[in-house]
């Protein structure tokens, strides 16, 4: 009789087992695909957190020597991407050996990490002149920055200029740490000799 009776119990727990499991699994699914409640707190708008007029930052590299100062007439910090626009930024990027290298533009957007700069409209990278060479100066309406890396690309028109020499083209990599200036595509230029008498 004991294993009829057994059998009873299993055969009446089964039903339930399957109902448990049904009513967690409904539970789980429910929790799944619920969206999350809509929050009204403002954090997810683009509004600004703070606004800071006619500020000055200063990056100094690992020995506490000065790396770059950024000018701006006014900077607004965004907390739902963490993301800064800047309006007039003035970059000036110096260095022990090399002559200074100046930036700025009519607006820039700052990556939330700070390590990117996107400059844009009337964009102007000046580099002060040496003993060898006159002053240079690039203009295009767009041009990326990477202060750390103290490089800076754009795919945007570039017209250049050095004395009396001038070279225009599209798309621009600059290397400040070498000095070195690559035009992509487009180059067309007139270049004075350094030899040529000065009237």
Do not use: C
Request: proline share 6%; hydrophobic share 35%.
């Amino acid at each position: 009789m004991k294993p009829v009776v057994g059998s009873r119990l299993s055969s009446a727990f089964f039903p339930l087992a399957v109902l448990l499991a049904l009513a967690a699994l409904t539970w789980w699914l429910r929790g799944a695909v619920e969206l999350p409640e809509e929050k009204h707190d403002g954090k997810t708008r683009h509004d600004p957190d703070y606004i800071i007029e006619d500020s000055q930052l200063r990056k100094l590299d690992d020995h506490g020597r000065l790396q770059y100062t950024l000018n701006s007439r006014e900077v607004r910090h965004y907390p739902d991407d963490d993301t800064t626009d800047i309006t007039q930024p003035h970059l000036v990027h110096v260095g022990p050996g090399k002559p200074t290298t100046t930036m700025s533009a009519d607006r820039a957007h700052l990556s939330e990490d700070g390590e990117r700069v996107d400059l844009y409209d009337n964009v102007r990278v000046q580099r002060a002149a040496t003993a060898k060479r006159d002053a240079m100066l690039a203009t295009m309406p767009q041009l990326t920055v990477l202060p750390d890396d103290e490089k800076a690309f754009t795919k945007s028109p570039v017209r250049i200029t050095e004395g009396s020499s001038w070279l225009t083209g599209v798309g621009m990599r600059i290397d400040n740490a070498t000095q070195t200036y690559f035009l992509d595509s487009q180059a067309v230029g007139q270049f004075e000799s350094p030899h040529a008498k000065k009237r």
